[in-house]
């Protein structure tokens, strides 16, 4: 099963959510009668949401009363992160989705560790490095250990264990 949903103003650009599904027909007409649920917010907790000139911004019901306040700091935190889109233009609105501690813990299945990762990247070698190493990873699929001589001049196996160690340091 395919689904199209799109956050924000009337012309922006769908994103695609492929699930697993299964169907059967019912009086000629094809019916889901499963589909794998996702590890997506909206999929693991109702949430509430705002918006601003450049940011929607979503949360679990329990921190609605922070959304104002959260949305004035996203804001300025949009118009920051506009210099990482070096692959077209920056988004109209970026969807943030502000978490507690319990969903923090599910959302995402791990990736807030993506964040320190790459941040660990940018630190050591420069964002234009990082990115550098991201597009060959992320966008062209290129295994880390062949992109990071070419984007840092190194081998990745040191690059890991030191940003392995950060991480691990920084969740604590």
Not at 33 to 51: E, G, I, N, Y
Not at 77 to 85: E, G, H, L, N, V
Not at 112 to 119: K, Q, Y
Not at 126 to 150: C, H, I, N, Y
Request: aromatic share 10%; glycine share 6%; with cysteine.
């Amino acid at each position: 099963m395919t689904i199209e949903y799109c956050l924000g103003d009337a012309d922006c650009e769908p994103a695609e959510l492929v699930l697993p599904s299964t169907w059967t027909v019912q009086d000629a007409r094809a019916v889901a009668t499963s589909f794998q649920r996702t590890v997506l917010p909206w999929d693991l907790t109702p949430l509430r949401a705002v918006h601003g000139r450049r940011v929607i911004l979503a949360a679990p019901v329990s921190l609605a009363g922070d959304l104002q306040q959260t949305l004035a700091a996203a804001g300025k935190a949009a118009d920051i992160a506009d210099r990482f889109a070096r692959w077209g233009a920056p988004p109209k609105r970026y969807v943030v989705y502000f978490a507690g501690p319990e969903q923090w813990s599910t959302w995402w299945n791990g990736d807030g560790i993506a964040l320190l990762a790459v941040t660990c990247l940018a630190k050591r070698f420069g964002e234009d490095r990082m990115l550098a190493f991201f597009t060959a990873v992320v966008r062209e699929q290129s295994a880390p250990e062949t992109a990071a001589p070419t984007a840092f001049g190194t081998q990745w196996a040191p690059i890991a264990a030191a940003c392995a160690a950060e991480v691990r340091a920084r969740a604590r």
